[in-house]
Antibody, heavy 123, light 107 residues
Framework: QVTLKESGPGILQPSQTLSLTCTFS??????????VGWIRQPSGKGLEWLAN???????YYNPSLKNRLTISKDTSNNQAFLKITNVDTADTATYYC???????????????WGQGTLVTVSS | DIRMTQSPASLSASLGETVNIECLAS??????LAWYQQKPGKSPQLLIY???SLQNGVPSRFSGSGSGTQYSLKINSLQSEDVATYFC?????????FGSGTKLEIK
């Protein structure tokens, strides 16, 4: 059974660095073809893809966030991470991690999602 | 970036009706399209991938079609549990992009 769960700080101040953790089970990010992505959703709004990381440590980022994103993984502990530097109020959103279903690049749809973690940026 | 234009933004239909939601890509995405359903307060759930492949466990009243730049999600025999917001997503090219969503309500 595939499960994912996000964790984060809940609230942080502008200019700080947001660190998110996705802890998953039912698959391994060291297995050929596996990948995890991060997607966020401001309250009442649409979905925005942030980054993907694959089993071979290949990484893809949304250029709209310029160089603020860093995605990484810890295969031993079945975790994936996302850092966003220099946050501001526009980064307030629910952050989801999800398993990529295709096994090759270009097959990045998501069948398994975590419950999401709400992050509020406020001074 | 590939822009996904979804329509309508909201939709009200009666139980048992058939509804269609459209997604227009700004360029050819070669059927690299998924549809998701998101109920209030919940995570998105995958309905369709590769434009027309039904995800395991999804009721057969949901179907997807389209090619090139035009895609649609069809819901037959609308049920009360179908009240949700629906999103399309292209994965033909990075950055992955989503449509703005269609909120479906029961009339």
């Amino acid at each position: 059974q595939v499960t994912l769960k996000e964790s984060g700080p809940g609230i942080l101040q502008p200019s700080q660095t947001l660190s998110l953790t996705c802890t998953f089970s039912g698959f391994s990010l060291s297995t050929y073809g596996m990948g995890v992505g991060w997607i966020r959703q401001p309250s009442g709004k649409g979905l925005e893809w942030l980054a993907n990381i694959w089993w071979d440590d290949d990484k893809y980022y949304n250029p709209s966030l310029k160089n603020r994103l860093t995605i990484s993984k810890d295969t031993s502990n079945n975790q994936a991470f996302l850092k966003i530097t220099n946050v501001d109020t526009a980064d307030t959103a629910t952050y989801y991690c999800a398993r990529i279903e295709g096994i090759i690049r270009g097959t990045d749809w998501f069948a398994y999602w975590g419950q999401g973690t709400l992050v509020t940026v406020s001074s | 970036d590939i822009r996904m234009t979804q329509s309508p933004a909201s939709l009200s239909a009666s139980l048992g009706e058939t509804v269609n939601i459209e997604c227009l890509a700004s360029e050819d995405i070669y059927s690299d399209l998924a549809w998701y359903q998101q109920k209030p307060g919940k995570s998105p759930q995958l309905l369709i991938y590769n434009a027309n492949s039904l995800q395991n466990g999804v009721p057969s009243r949901f179907s997807g079609s389209g090619s090139g730049t035009q895609y649609s999600l069809k819901i037959n025999s609308l049920q009360s549990e179908d009240v949700a917001t629906y999103f399309c997503q292209q994965y033909n090219n990075y950055p992955l992009t989503f449509g703005s969503g269609t909120k479906l309500e029961i009339k």
